[in-house]
């Protein structure tokens, strides 16, 4: 049960970041300096609008790190849930499911469980 309750665990914080839209807010962001970084390089843009330019996406920068982090919060206490649950009904521990989360076989458990729901969002 302990295992299970791994694959759940995982799979409820790639789920949850998914819905959370964590993917797309980083995205956002890097898209947002990348457009200033580009700005910055170009030579016919004067200093007055490179400023802007920065100072615009200093403000998306800080805005999308503040919305990445609480998101990421919440899909870690979403994650968290199922285990809980699972305690109090006697059915795993909180701690072994940690234990196998930080071992090897934890590792490839959750890199398979994340994989095959990456291959399941993209075959939708």
Not at 53 to 71: K, M, N, P
């Given at each position: 049960m302990t295992y299970a309750a791994a694959i759940i665990t995982v799979a409820c914080f790639a789920v949850a970041l998914d819905r959370l839209q964590v993917f797309s807010i980083?995205?956002?962001?890097i898209r947002a300096a990348r457009t200033a970084s580009r700005m910055m390089r170009d030579g016919s843009v004067s200093d007055d609008d490179k400023e802007r330019s920065a100072r615009a996406a200093s403000l998306t920068l800080f805005h999308c790190f503040g919305s990445i982090v609480w998101r990421s919060a919440a899909a870690v206490a979403l994650s968290i849930?199922?285990?809980?649950?699972?305690?109090?009904?006697?059915?795993t521990r909180l701690s072994?499911?940690?234990?196998?989360?930080?071992?090897?076989?934890?590792?490839?458990?959750?890199?398979?469980?994340?994989a095959a729901l990456g291959y399941a969002r993209a075959r939708q």
């Amino acid at each position: 049960m302990t295992y299970a309750a791994a694959i759940i665990t995982v799979a409820c914080f790639a789920v949850a970041l998914d819905r959370l839209q964590v993917f797309s807010i980083a995205r956002s962001a890097i898209r947002a300096a990348r457009t200033a970084s580009r700005m910055m390089r170009d030579g016919s843009v004067s200093d007055d609008d490179k400023e802007r330019s920065a100072r615009a996406a200093s403000l998306t920068l800080f805005h999308c790190f503040g919305s990445i982090v609480w998101r990421s919060a919440a899909a870690v206490a979403l994650s968290i849930l199922p285990v809980a649950v699972l305690q109090i009904a006697n059915l795993t521990r909180l701690s072994a499911v940690n234990s196998v989360l930080m071992s090897w076989s934890g590792l490839l458990l959750a890199t398979a469980t994340v994989a095959a729901l990456g291959y399941a969002r993209a075959r939708q």
